[in-house]
């Protein structure tokens, strides 16, 4: 079965990994901070606070927010349900702004319709959290604007979307927004096994973010609140988590950066033949000077009628096809939440088919999928 992701992994990577066996810290040693610095340098920002998912980044970008019980927040109903949970783990509410219908991402004109309301209502936002589905970056300098007029706070979920670019300048420098976030899942665009980075530029937000991955604990004496009362000292001063990621995984993470950009080129090139060949009327949206998408996923667009049929038939196939994503409030858990009614992220769920694409999906591969995928549409 020829799968929708899958990583890469060189001798260069196992070494790496291997070496950190070998030395004397397995977690807390000096790997991880040489992770979240290449990280921070790559995308611009000034802090990397490097934990074991990107569930875990979400959930403590969250709480640096100041976000809890009273609060809302909204995110994008075409996600992992990662997006939503994050804010629930608060204690905080959760409702869904619809999507454009051709990318997948947050839509702004839809989310201005949502603020006005809220707003007469007194139920704004605390905290929005845009998904950069399949790798193309939402329009945010639409969701600043937005951010700074109703006053709400910006994460963006970037889990697909390491490598991409907006108006030239790295997804993660945060330009646009307070925090943002990437996973390292081994489907996702680099990997450490399991793991996630948030980053900013706001010191006491990668401060607050560094504690709740650990408990709370600080072992900095300049930050004590009380007075040490001798050297093996340390202060628990918020609750917090074990949410750290392992030297052996950063270790991984830190090899993979390497390949970065050159696995976004080849990605960039399977994509633009999946556009080329199955809906060329979407290629100026993927490939302008504006975005540039990572190209997590390539999701092939048919009527719901077919889908079914066509899902079934690559899967028998050998195409590992999936579907990205049910609307998270048809998961029975957020059914409590709103629906969003007749919603483009229904119609975009109903005719959604992810198909391959990781960079070491070989043309001639793609070639015979794309025998296969013309075949069973006609
Ligand atoms: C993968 C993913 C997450 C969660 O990341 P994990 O590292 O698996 O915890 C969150 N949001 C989106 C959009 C994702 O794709």
Redesign the pocket.
């Known amino acids: 079965m020829i799968p929708y992701g899958r990583q890469s992994i060189s001798q260069a990577d196992i070494d790496a990994v291997v070496e950190v066996l070998k030395s004397d810290f397995l977690t807390q040693g000096p790997v991880v901070p040489r992770f979240e610095q290449a990280v921070a340098d790559y995308c611009g920002a000034q802090f990397g606070v490097a934990v074991n998912?990107?569930?875990a980044a979400?959930h403590i970008a969250c709480l640096a927010l100041g976000v809890g019980p009273g609060d809302w927040v909204w995110t994008s109903p075409i996600?992992?349900v990662?997006?939503a949970n994050c804010a629930l783990y608060c204690g905080a509410q959760v409702d869904f702004v619809d999507i454009e219908p051709d990318t997948g991402n947050m839509c702004a004109v839809e989310l201005e319709r949502k603020l006005v309301i809220a707003k007469r209502e007194g139920k704004l936002p605390k905290v929005v959290i845009p998904?950069h589905f399949a790798g193309l970056p939402c329009d945010m300098q639409e969701l600043h604007r937005l951010g700074q007029e109703y006053g709400f706070r910006i994460i963006e979920?970037a889990?697909?979307a390491l490598g991409a670019r907006y108006h030239g300048e790295p997804t993660g420098n945060g330009r646009y927004s307070d925090i943002t976030v990437f996973?390292?899942?081994p489907v996702?665009i680099i990997t450490t096994g399991?793991g996630?980075m948030a980053m900013t530029n706001d010191p006491a937000l990668a401060k607050t973010m560094r504690l709740l991955r650990s408990h709370g604990i600080t072992r900095e004496p300049e930050d004590f609140i009380n007075e040490p009362d001798g050297p093996w000292y340390y202060e628990q001063q918020m609750l917090g988590f074990n949410y750290r990621m392992t030297d052996i995984q950063a270790a991984l993470g830190l090899s993979q950066m390497e390949n970065l950009e050159n696995w976004i080129a080849k990605r960039g090139e399977i994509a633009r033949r999946y556009f080329e060949t199955l809906s060329p009327e979407r290629l100026p949206r993927y490939f302008s000077t504006e975005r540039r998408s990572a190209f997590h996923l390539y999701v092939h667009h048919v009527t719901p009628e077919q889908r079914r049929d066509i899902f079934q038939k690559l899967r028998e196939h050998g195409i590992g096809a999936n579907v990205h994503y049910m609307p998270i409030y048809k998961q029975p858990w957020h059914q409590t939440c709103h629906a969003i009614p007749q919603s483009h992220a229904d119609q975009f769920y109903a005719g959604a088919v992810t198909l391959p694409l990781f960079p070491g999906l070989m043309k001639q591969q793609q070639g015979e999928l794309f025998n296969q995928i013309l075949t069973d549409q006609s």
């Open positions: 998912s990107g569930t979400l996600s992992f990662a997006s998904v979920d889990c697909h996973s390292f899942h996702k399991e996630g």
